[in-house]
């Protein structure tokens, strides 16, 4: 039990009788990353925003960082990172001020802050901008550096919702070596994309549509048994049968 | 480190780097107290009056000559023509017309009982009431003397007269602005504190910043504190600014303490910025925050005391004005400016306020929701 | 055409969407009329008076008795010292105080003058006028009656009529008042909010890139608020006639075309506002100093403009607000024609074909 990083059993979200997400079973393990996939509508975000302890399940079990997830929803927060589809760092603060603001909430030491800081600030070479507002930063940096904030205080597990939406080839892929680094150092990476290329870099992925899990196995597992080239004609089998779109 | 100083450190970053709020801050204040005072003169002076004389005799003169010269009367019509005086009251030219029959002067020296005619335009209620009011204080007093002057003196005094003197306390020149000015000082940081705090959580819910915060382990009482304290003193610091320009333009300086004010604003703060923060956590977008918070403003303005007494109120208004904060802050501002009122005299007040404040607040901590 | 009607189409799916705006929209300015109609009132009564009989004999106590039976006071206590008068304004228990000398009774029956003191909080002063003369009035009664005269000689009576409004109902002044606001943020605020909202997201370029005429997508943005606000009139017209018993003596249609114009008015500020903001805290900020404060202070419905110094009567001629205010009064409560009211028909008519002019102007500029 306690190797696995996020383990749900039956998982559901009913807004007035719509079954957004339809009784999912998963785990995932630690170190793992794990590629959430599915088209737009397909329950992806609900579902991560109820292991985030964004949003109440409306019945079935999960828990995430060994913590169930009604009883400890908030022992899981100070053990996971998140970054959302919507930009949500402050565009009014600067990039320091911003890492500063929640590093501070996850209860990092002041001297820490500031070390941790030049470091990230020199991996993302914005060592000049550290003292802009964050506003003012093109996109992919942007990016970027939610992510670098999302994982500032070491977090077991670090969802990420469409993370690479919008952004260019080149920055996509520097933003997957920073996913690598990331679990490289041990953290499991959820990361739901509609871009079924990225499929390719998770070790394993699932497929949601209409709100439940219709394939769940490694990348190259799938393409076996689908008989496909790509992950992107995977998808295209799978979600024929789907019945919603966004 | 406790969160709390980290959120104070961020919120309070955001709003000096926001020049919509500090142009409201400094701005705000100076419109309203500089122009709003001109404004909110209800002193009635300038009433209009059309006076019909049928009798044209030494006494309805007498009469006329006394309502004409009386500061509060503006003579706008003496032709005589009813017809015309009406169209004047249509017009909004004249608020009264008053009619002398012929046969005054008659009727009056024969004892026989004499009647004048007053017509009110009764739409300003006001107007209509002290005009009439005015209009009969004058008539009565000219009826005294009218009386006093035809029974001689010497003989037996059949009408013995009571003499009233009257005084005026706490506003002895009668200076609407003395009383208007501490109301509008309420209504400046009420609407002020009403609307930052009301846009404010909606504003991180429409672009997104919210569910960061959400997904962090922030204790919610520290979130709501870090939103709560900003404004607070940005609340004060309104108050300080008014009161100064209230002493600046208007010479008002409170017969009570300066102390006495910030205690029951520091505390009528929470309660506002509180309300605030209730709107901010069930409004699902700005527009809808506003609005909400707007009209929310103009009922408690409104029925606060402000613009009409509260004692003219029905019963059950009255009641609800139990509880609206706005009408006791305006309560005590007048009270401590004008009277003098201390601490202990408004030590009630300020307890229920307390409890409001506590109210609304915790109220604010449980609503919120880091998950929805 | 067709475009258009489907661009309000839209407009409206996304008003309805929005449950709990509608709800306020369509709900406050009900909840607000019933509210101010029935708890707002100028008249001055139940006032609280405290007493200070130092004389106690027959005559004052008849005195006493008489002002607590009146219907504009009430009799908060009687005190025995002067000293507690103070307190007791402190307190703010008491508006007004009556000193009844120890001598008041034998002056009275020895058919000398007598004295009394009145003491009035003049924190309010029309309040302190008004209750010192309606006691000095009571005192007059008082005067007849203890002399056991059936008349006075040489007494003139007054015979007052008050016109339009025999009870002073505080309604009359508000719900025209209460109305030019409803409009005002209905139609303005929510107008200039709606179309910022959406250049906020960003939806608005995507918008702008179809072929469709960019002043369409706009106007069909105002004309969803426009038939609200409609809806709006009717419900406070409905309320006020049946519920407050204000009265409709004029023409309806007069009422409702007046309104509408009232209402182009509104919405063309609204474009307007925003024509020149990109964001909604601004476009809301702006509303509420340009807009929303000026027609407070200067429409006249709550602080009277002729009391006001003459530059500030002046900024009152461009407000809106006053005007319609005028003749909502003239033709819903007077009853008067629009042979009384062009003038002020004429000067909105005006306002509204300036601002509209403006703000497409406006628009095109940004939009090349």
Redesign the interface.
Known sequence: MTNKAIIVEKLSKTFNGFKAVDEISFEVGRGEIFGFLGANGAGKTTAMKML?????PSSGKATVAGFDIYQE??SI??N?G?M?Q?????E??TIR?NI???A????I??DIIKTKTVQLLTQLSLEKEADQLVGQLPLGWKQKLAFSVAIFHDPQIVFLDEPTGGVDPITRRDFWNMIYDATAKGITVFVTTHYMDEAEYCDRVSIMVDGQIDALDTPGNLKRLYQAESMDQVFLQIARKAKRTE | ?N?L???L??EF??IF??PAIIRVIFILPVIQLIILPLTADYEIKNINISIIDRDHSTTSNRLIHKITSSNYFKLIDYSGDFNQAMTGIDNDKADLIIELPRGFEADLYAQKKTTIFLAVNAINGVKANLGATYLRTIIQNYNNDFRIALLTPGRFNELPIIETTSSNWYNPKMNYKFFMVPGILVLLITMIGLNLSAINIVREKE???I????????KKIHFILGKLIPFWILGLIVITIGLFIAWLFYGIIPLGTYFTIYVFAAVYLLIILGIGLLISTYAENQQQAMLISFFLLMIFVLMGGLYTNIDSMPEWAQWVTKFNPVAYFIEVMRRVVLKGSGLSDIKQLLSIMLIFAIVVNYWAVISYR??? | MKQFYHFILKEFYHIFRDRKTLLILLGMPMAQIIIFGFALSNEVKNAHITIVNESNGAASVQLVQKIEASKYFELYNQSTRTADIEKMFKKGVIKVALVIPSDFDKTILAQNNSRLQIIADATDPNVATTLTAYLSIIIADFQKEINQLNTVPYTIDLETRMMYNPQLKGAYNFVPGVMAMVLLLVCTMMTSLTIVREKELGNMEILLASPVNPLIIILAKAVPYLILSIINIITILLLSYFVLDVPINGSLILLFAVSILFILVSLSLGLLISSVTDSQKSAMFISLIVMFLPTVMFSGFIFPIENMPLPLRTISNIIPAKWYFIIVKSVMIKGLGFKLIWKEVLILTGMMLFLFSMAIKKFKIRLS
């Open positions: 985030c302890g964004l949003s109440m929803n908030e927060k100070k996971i998140y959302s919507k930009f949500s760092l402050y009014d603060l001020e500063r603001f929640y501070g909430i996850y209860g030491r002041p | 480190m969160p100083k980290y959120i450190e961020k970053k955001q780097r926001d672009i997104g910043t569910e960061q915060i959400n997904v962090t382990p922030i880091k998950r929805s």
